[in-house]
């Protein structure tokens, strides 16, 4: 049985339950294969003998003073090549996203600095493979999830 599709907007609003982390405003981004979170003092450590990292997250665009830090378990290292043509080696994570209230599932996203850029996530098409569909016209469809009730 085939799943329904979801229809979000080119940009939608993204909730981490179980990173501890407000919402964040992603761009929809189809000319993404792998979805990338911002990142910054990332930082490697060994836990229960496996490699996590420490990373802070800027959450609010244009907002540089307000800061969050999450801890996760790496689950790969990879070389990703940006818009830019720039090959980068990034960590790979894996945790929980939830769009407006009741489309959750787990991703995988690797880990940038993207302070210069307009949003701190992009949600690449892997993570939208037999899930969603894109309305290229349209803007936070799904609305903000309601982090209170969701806790």
């Known amino acids: 049985m085939q799943q329904e599709l979801t229809t979000v907007g080119w940009r939608e609003w993204i909730y981490f339950p179980d990173l501890g982390l407000p919402c964040i405003k992603a761009k929809v ?8 979170l ?36 790496v689950i790969d290292e990879r070389i990703v090549t940006d818009s830019g043509g720039h090959k980068e080696k990034r960590y790979v994570i894996s945790t929980d996203i939830l769009l407006g209230n009741n489309q ?4 995988e996203f690797t880990l940038t600095n993207r302070d210069t850029m307009k949003f ?25 999830p309601e982090q209170e009730k969701l806790k």
């Not at 981004?29 to 990338?36: E, F, I, K, N, Y």
């Not at 996590?52 to 003073?65: A, C, L, Y």
Request: hydrophobic letters at 35%; aromatic letters at 10%; charged letters at 30%.
């Open 29 to 36: 981004d189809t000319g993404a294969r792998t979805s990338c």
């Open 38 to 73: 911002h990142a910054f003092s990332v930082e490697p450590f060994t836990k229960e003998e496996k490699l996590w990292v420490r990373f802070g997250i800027h959450p609010n665009q244009d907002d540089t003073d307000t800061e969050v830090f999450c801890e996760a378990e």
């Open 104 to 107: 959750r599932w787990s991703i």
């Open 120 to 144: 701190r996530m992009l949600l690449g098409r892997t993570a939208m493979e037999q899930r969603i569909i894109v309305k290229p016209d349209a803007s936070f469809i799904l609305g903000k």
